[in-house]
């Protein structure tokens, strides 16, 4: 008699068939980048239309042929320390350069896959650098401020606008303030020198005495 339903079924996982599990396993893309493997589904690959990645393995046809290894894998003759930020990026779109790694390495491989949008931003990153360099190195403007004992909590605990506390310095001498002894001190503090910082004078507080304020630059 006709083979019943059970009998009929291709063998394979459990309730999937051959067409649904060769669907599935046609979503992983397998690339072997200068002998290191990575995996990763065609639609990310696929994200800049127009780059190597997608004319490889999104696109049918003998526009760009590639050779595969013995697992199947896509063979691409590249830097696979260079390939992470490139595939990182296709998943979500944004730009991580590990320290050990040069921004002018990545520029390299984003121009070689031709994903223009990551040349772009690794430009900008190489020329903000570039910008940061060419202003040398941060300066400081430091501040020598004499004050009462009492003032001490209430002046660093107010100071803003890029102001760091640097050292505290007694300088041994005290003085009546009321009914009460106030020892002095001389609080050094300091803060980056910018054009738009130069020239700006701290204010600890309402009552702190500024007696002396010498200003320099290292």
């Not at 390299?108 to 190195?137: C, H, M």
């Amino acid at each position: 008699g006709p083979p019943s339903p059970r009998a009929a079924a291709a063998p394979g996982a459990p309730g999937v068939s051959p067409p649904a599990a060769a669907a599935a396993a046609s979503k992983w893309v397998r690339l072997n980048v200068g002998g290191t493997y990575f995996v990763s589904t065609r639609q990310t690959l696929c994200r800049e239309p127009k780059s190597f990645l997608c004319r490889l393995c999104c696109q049918d046809g003998p526009e760009l042929g590639s050779d595969k290894d013995e697992t199947g894998a896509y063979l691409i003759d590249r830097d696979p320390t260079y390939f992470g930020p490139i595939l990182n990026y296709l998943r979500h779109g944004k730009l991580i350069i590990n320290k050990e790694l040069a921004e002018e390495g990545v520029l390299e491989e984003a121009e070689f896959y031709n994903i223009a949008s990551l040349v772009r931003l690794v430009k900008e990153r190489i020329r903000d650098n570039e910008n940061r360099t060419s202003q040398g190195p941060v300066k400081h403007v430091y501040r020598v401020l004499q004050c009462q004992e009492e003032e001490l909590t209430q002046m660093v605990s107010t100071m803003s606008d890029g102001w760091k506390f640097e050292q505290l310095i007694s300088i041994g001498s005290s003085y009546n303030y009321g009914n009460e002894d106030q020892a002095e001190f001389l609080c050094v503090v300091s803060r980056e020198l910018n054009n738009s910082t130069n020239g700006i004078v701290i204010e600890p507080s309402e009552k702190a005495k500024v007696r002396n304020q010498l200003g320099y630059i290292d």
